[in-house]
């Protein structure tokens, strides 16, 4: 009888130092996936929860993967509880989609003791994002803000305007274009990146200069992290 409390004891003491080492190892792995992603991202979003989902997502896959074992009751089970839970948040960027999938596939491939290839797969598509970052197909220029304003259809000052964005802008990428006031304004939205030795502050006295042009804004990125 003590030699089988015995057995019973170290089996669960070793089976709590794998879960232990498996979260971890999620953990680590899913990290790397969510600074990949903060390296390689270019946009007006960056959103903090999204990264830090990127991380929580493995941990929980594997923990999930782990409950289930080799039970098919137990997966029935979890995949009815887990049903009400509805994802309802929308990713504009296919990108983001598949980074939150690669998290995913490492906790369950933790979770399934699969270890290598939890590895090797990690790695192997952090290696390829950032290859395909820094190659012909990765972005070649990016922007820090969007600029928003108003202005009067065939104003005398459109001229000035566009002076203006080349004198402080490195470049600059139209967005939306619509009518407004009855057909009597442009309603303009630009993507901008200044020039270094440019200030925020400075582009948006010169542009409040322009008596014509109302509803100005300027929208950067820094200010959308959290969102």
């Not at 990290?31 to 997502?57: D, P």
């Not at 057909?183 to 322009?210: P, T």
Request: proline fraction near 2%; aromatic fraction near 12%; hydrophobic fraction near 45%.
């Amino acid at each position: 009888m003590f030699n089988s409390i015995t057995v019973q004891t170290a089996t669960e003491t070793e089976s709590i130092y794998i879960l232990i080492f498996t979260i971890a190892l999620a953990f680590v792995l899913s990290t790397i996936l969510a600074v990949v992603y903060q390296k390689t991202f270019r946009g007006l979003s960056y959103s903090r929860n999204y990264v830090q989902s990127i991380v929580l997502i493995s941990i929980i896959s594997a923990v999930v993967i782990q409950s289930v074992g080799d039970s098919l009751s137990r997966g029935i089970g979890i995949m009815a509880a887990m049903s009400i839970i509805r994802f309802r948040t929308n990713f504009k960027d296919p990108r983001d989609t598949l980074f939150l999938f690669a998290a995913l596939t490492a906790g369950i491939s933790c979770g399934a003791y699969a270890f290598p290839v939890a590895i090797i797969g990690t790695l192997g598509f952090s290696l390829a994002a950032m290859v395909l970052y820094y190659s012909p197909l990765g972005p070649h220029s990016y922007f820090d803000g969007m600029l928003r304003f108003n202005l009067q259809i065939n104003s005398s000052q459109q001229k000035e305007l566009e002076l203006l964005m080349h004198e402080f802008c490195r470049s600059f990428a139209l967005v939306t274009l619509r009518e407004i006031a009855q057909g009597q304004r442009l309603d303009y939205a630009y993507h901008v990146k200044l020039r270094k030795e440019k200030s925020y502050e400075d582009f948006m006295a010169r542009l409040k200069s322009i008596d014509d042009l109302q509803g100005l804004s300027l929208m950067m990125q820094e200010s959308t992290v959290d969102i």
